[in-house]
């Protein structure tokens, strides 16, 4: 399978990932929510639990909303984002680990590792939206860790960013 083949086969099974990005994007706000109304190791909790819970929804609600479901077997850019996923892993870690002396660091370290990893989905969807949308939530929690912003609001923001993002591809891929 060639590049732009196995891309495009990746667009077609993931709504061209848009549906992950809106999940990604509530459990964020979720977390952000639970940070605000209990406190941050249940909105840490939320968020590690509720992104455990992203593919199978987005598959899921692919599946359902848009009539579509996993790329064809052995499609290398389904096992670039699968590998992909051990940064994030080693990165939630890392946030964890650090929060245990800067608690409010978590949210704005989880959104740099996201960040980072939307960077890797141009290369597995093909589409240079995904440098934007890293990029975004990279600056996000740069400054938030530069300026000390709280966590809940990072969770917000890193969520509402993703949420309109996926907005932007979900919504034409509707019609």
């Known amino acids: 399978m060639h590049l ?16 992950g990005i809106f999940v990604s994007g509530l459990v964020w706000v979720i977390a952000g929510a639970v940070t605000l109304y209990a406190n941050l190791f249940f909105g840490m909790a939320a968020l590690f639990f509720g992104g455990m819970l992203i593919h199978p929804l987005s598959l899921f609600i692919a599946r359902r909303a848009f009539y579509r479901g ?56 093909g589409m240079s939206f995904y440098l934007v949308l890293g990029m975004g939530l990279i600056a996000i929690a740069t400054v938030a860790l530069w300026m000390g912003i709280t966590p809940a609001f990072v969770a917000f923001a890193g969520g509402t960013i993703e949420l309109l993002c996926s907005a932007f591809i979900l919504v034409p891929a509707k019609r």
């Open 4 to 19: 732009r083949e196995a891309q495009r086969d990746m667009r077609r099974a993931y709504v061209n990932g848009g549906v």
């Open 70 to 125: 996993r790329a064809r077997s052995l499609n290398p850019m389904a096992i670039l984002a699968l590998q992909s996923t051990a940064f994030l892993i080693i990165g939630l870690a890392i946030a964890y680990l650090v929060s245990g002396t800067y608690g409010d660091w978590f949210f704005a370290i989880a959104l740099l590792v996201v960040g980072a990893r939307y960077l890797v989905f141009q290369t597995v969807y």
